[in-house]
């Protein structure tokens, strides 16, 4: 099934804007899936964090690689 979206694949593409605002979105996801997990299973809801935070830094990352790639890009 990922195969299908691969031609939106926004690093592919160089489209570190793109790549900032999918994974966003992925952190936004997560940080309300540990919310919503927290009251039914404390347990759960830590087991999410180290994955939030990987998201978090991959996150970042992207931001700096677009931002230090900007000038490059014009």
Request: charged letters at 15%; proline letters at 4%.
């Amino acid at each position: 099934a990922s195969g299908k979206l691969t031609h939106l694949d926004p690093a592919r593409l160089q489209r570190f804007d793109l790549a900032l605002v999918d994974s966003a979105a992925l952190w936004s996801t997560v940080l309300v899936t540990v919310l919503k997990f927290r009251p039914v299973s404390t347990g759960a809801a830590l087991l999410m964090l180290p994955y939030l935070s990987w998201v978090s830094f991959a996150t970042a990352l992207n931001g700096a690689i677009g931002w230090l790639s900007r000038d490059k890009a014009a």
